[in-house]
């Protein structure tokens, strides 16, 4: 047959089904990308009389140059994919900023509440004790 032997061509972790016209299809995580290895360099030579180990080379040279090829597709889609992604991160990271800088003036004028409410709660109890203090005097007086 025409087809090369899936072991020398599966990437591992990758999915290998039959392709259409012989070859193979790689399917990657997030798409499919077809690798069509075809042998017709290796039929020509065969014609022309090349020797079975110049066809073995071609072969070979055929064979690794469309795995480099398979690579760099998979890794084009990668480097798509984490670019799509990083740039969606970004964009939230602005959103968030953004938020951060709307709400801090508020947080910041409901902590100055907290604080002076606070104060305003010690004052409070401090006069308070002292008129239980000066109601028990007046009672223990008279």
């Not at 599966?10 to 997030?30: F, N, Q």
């Not at 992604?85 to 970004?90: H, I, K, S, V, Y």
Request: glycine share 4%; aromatic share 4%; charged share 30%.
């Amino acid at each position: 047959t025409n087809l090369l032997p899936v072991k020398d061509i599966a990437i591992p972790g990758e999915a290998v089904a039959p392709a259409p016209y012989g070859g193979l299809t790689i399917d990657s995580k997030s798409s499919c990308v077809d690798l069509q290895i075809s042998l017709e360099f290796a039929r020509r030579a065969t014609t022309v009389g090349w020797s079975k180990s110049q066809r073995s080379d071609k072969e070979s040279d055929e064979l690794h140059l469309a795995k480099i090829t398979l690579r760099q597709d998979v890794l084009r889609e990668t480097l798509a994919e984490r670019t799509s992604e990083r740039d969606a991160a970004r964009e939230e990271l602005g959103k968030l900023r953004n938020y951060l800088m709307e709400i801090t003036p508020r947080l910041n004028e409901l902590q100055e509440y907290l604080v002076e409410s606070t104060s305003e709660q010690e004052m409070a109890r401090e006069e308070l004790g002292d008129a239980i203090y000066e109601k028990e005097a007046l009672s223990h007086a008279s």
